[in-house]
């Protein structure tokens, strides 16, 4: 069983800047498509950024886009978040997510075989 743990979440001013860390054990790390959601309060989850086993394809939420970046090291079974140019919007708890399929729409939660309980983020106004 893969087993996610995230940390790095915490309170910062619009504008700022928050990286997170996803911490994998059990199964090959390299075989697994990483993905990052959010949930804000009274919202349903959503789509925030994707990363390829080998790093070479990455994806994120047009929210995202230009403003957060996703990465991984398959040394340190890690993937990480670096969030920049926070706004409150961006206000949730953010969660670290695997999957296992080849093929198949990483931008909705439903495909990913595996979750972490989640890292909360706030930005203040």
């Known amino acids: 069983q893969v087993h996610l743990a995230e940390s790095g979440g915490g309170l910062v001013q619009a504008g700022g800047s928050l990286r997170l860390s996803c911490a994998a054990s059990g199964g090959v790390f390299s075989l697994l498509k990483m993905g990052w959601f959010r949930q804000a309060p009274g919202k349903e989850r959503e789509f925030v950024a994707h990363?390829?086993?080998?790093?070479?394809?990455?994806n994120y939420a047009d929210s995202a886009k230009g403003r957060f970046t996703i990465s991984r090291d398959n040394a340190k079974n890690a993937v990480y978040l670096q969030m920049n140019a926070l706004k409150p919007e961006d206000t949730g708890v953010y969660y670290c997510?695997?999957?296992?399929?080849?093929?198949?729409?990483?931008?909705?939660?439903?495909?990913?075989?595996?979750w972490g309980q989640g890292t909360q983020v706030t930005v203040s106004s």
């Open positions: 990363i390829s086993r080998t790093a070479l394809t990455t």
């Open positions: 997510a695997a999957g296992t399929k080849i093929v198949g729409p990483i931008t909705q939660a439903s495909w990913y075989d595996f």
